[in-house]
């Protein structure tokens, strides 16, 4: 054997993945008589020109903006080239 079981980690027994789907529907359920609450507060927090809730609104209506990041070598990288 190579020990790999000894190398520490989290173990994901019961506990990795998904929830079911059945949770998902109950926590839908529940939540669903809550809407109207708050979609009025997400309004009143517009109204108020608080920049949260403008954000809020924005990620949940047009998504998140995608993240990129400009990268720019300004050093010369040697490459090593090894041969047999």
Not at 8 to 27: C, D, N, Q, V
């Amino acid at each position: 054997m190579d020990g790999r079981k000894n190398n520490g980690g989290h173990s994901t027994k019961g506990f990795a993945g998904r929830k079911p789907k059945a949770e998902e529907i109950e926590l839908i359920e529940r939540l669903s008589p809550l809407d109207d609450m708050a979609f009025e507060a997400l309004k009143e927090g517009i109204e108020k020109n608080d920049f949260r809730y403008v954000k809020l609104f924005h990620e949940y209506r047009y998504g998140k903006p995608k993240e990129t990041k400009d990268i720019n070598l300004d050093q010369d990288v040697p490459f090593i080239i090894e041969m047999d």
